[in-house]
């Protein structure tokens, strides 16, 4: 039999591997090929097919860091063995025979690189198949100690371990885990929240008994209360004193239709469209029916929205004001402010607007030119109006007397030329005289109206309401309130309620 401490390059029998594919591990250079061929030219057709499906800097990153982990492993190995005083003939990065150019002697062995890079090994005298190899060797592997083997054969995964720790510390010092602050943006209707008047661009400062959480702490506080629990919730605006934060006592509701408990908030958005990847799932960046779709220059994979139209000049197009950075997250000024791009959107609705981005891969800021969308109504198609589902505490709703399960059967208001403006559920089509103006009610398209009325009217804003309760109607006069202007109350399933945030 050859002895392996005379032909320490035969690689008959190895250590460990960190890989389960022992039949190629230990090939000799002029049967390999003859031997394992096949194999060779599936694990080559595989990797042509996942290069063609994945980026290939992707793929080229998923096998350095397999090599570094393999490295990392078969290190721990090796440097056990030598300190046992094993004698280690071969320390192998990948499998098969070495890369041309990637393998040399140092000492009594062999450093190498081969060309499959599922694995490694490290490769000592009297540690294999043989009973007989390496017996009269002082420094073969099975002559050590008990304790000893047990070192080298447990030191690959100890590496891993301690490798693994000292590079969660690195990141953690480093640049550490991007984790959204708790943010508040979409309240859903009738929600606890809504209830509240929780706004949009509310930072919780406390829930429950977490101080400054994050989302995930906020999500936790809220998923672990039991029913009838009621949590703390301290919120408001961004760089507030403390003194001006709003106290509240929350209690997360648990009917039948809800998954879990929830107080019916949302986190923001981001201000970058999908990323390239997303390609495959969409042909576009934006919904392919909305404004956006309509844009020119179009949008792009990776867009990141930078800036618009100037609400203060609505028709100059020329003029596109920036976004300001966030103040809700100080520690990273890159990150433009999500709600200032909302409040602008509303803001410049029913007009053509620029949006201004940075294409991802070229770095270019273009101006891109988005018309404007409307609300599409099938002609002679009108919904009726709903019962009343919910009421914001201390709302003008509230304040007038407004109840759940009123229906609003008429809505009046005044403009600035001293018309009459009624919104009447039975009228079915506009009428007009010089004094008043009469419309359908249209649900849908009343938050809209008035919010529109609400901003061009001047001095007191008074809404009359006509309500049907039961058998009777009552006349309610209603103050406009827009400290909920801008706020993202959107109507969500199972429930699909609709708000007037003013009212």
Known sequence: MENFHDNPDHD?????????????????????????GPLLVVL????????????????????????LLVFVHELGHFLVAKWCDVHVQTFSIGLGPAIPGCSFRWGETTYKIGFIPL????????????????????????????????????????M???????????????????????????????????????????????IGSKRDPYWEDFLFQVMNSVKGEKLDLVLGPPNVPEQNLRHLKVEPQHKDQDAKPIVGVNYPQDLKLYPERFKKETPLPVRNESAAAEAQPPFEFGDEIIGTTDPAEPDNLN????????????????????????????????KPMI????????????????????HYSIPGLRMEMGEVVALRFDSPAEKAGVEVHDIIEQVVVTDDQNRTIRYTAAQS????????????????????????WAAAKSGPRKVDLVVRRGNSTQELTLDWDDRWKFNHEVPMPPRWSTSIPGL
Not at 13 to 31: A, E, M, Q, V
Not at 44 to 67: D, E, H, P, R
Not at 176 to 195: H, L
């Open 355 to 374: 949006i201004q981005v940075r294409r991802e891969k070229t770095a270019q800021v273009e101006n891109l030119k988005v018309p404007p969308e409307f």
């Open 12 to 36: 008959n029998t190895n250590s460990d591997s960190f890989s389960p594919l022992d039949s190629i591990k230990s090939p000799t250079n002029d049967s390999w090929v003859r031997r394992h």
């Open 429 to 452: 089509r506009k009428a007009a005289s010089g004094t008043s103006l009469d419309e359908a009610l249209d649900p849908p398209k009343l938050p809209y109206q008035l919010s529109k």
């Open 44 to 67: 080559v057709a595989a990797f042509a097919y996942f290069m063609t499906q994945l980026n290939a800097l992707s793929v080229i990153m998923v096998v350095v860091g397999i090599s």
């Open 319 to 350: 003029k596109v004001l920036p976004l300001p950075p966030d103040p809700r997250t100080p520690d990273d000024p890159e990150h433009l402010d999500y709600f200032e791009f909302y409040k602008r959107l509303r803001l410049l609705a029913g």
């Open 119 to 158: 694995g490694g090994y490290v490769k000592m005298v009297g540690e294999g198949a043989d009973e007989s190899d390496g017996n009269d060797d002082p420094r073969s592997f099975k002559n050590k100690s008990v304790g000893q083997r047990m070192a080298i054969i447990s030191a690959g995964v100890t």
């Open 160 to 206: 891993n371990i301690i490798f693994g720790f000292a590079c969660f510390v690195y990141v953690y010092m480093t640049r550490g885990e991007k984790r959204p602050p708790a943010v508040i943006d979409t309240t859903e209707v009738g929600s606890v929240a809504w209830q509240n008047g929780i706004h949009s661009g509310d930072v919780v400062r406390q």
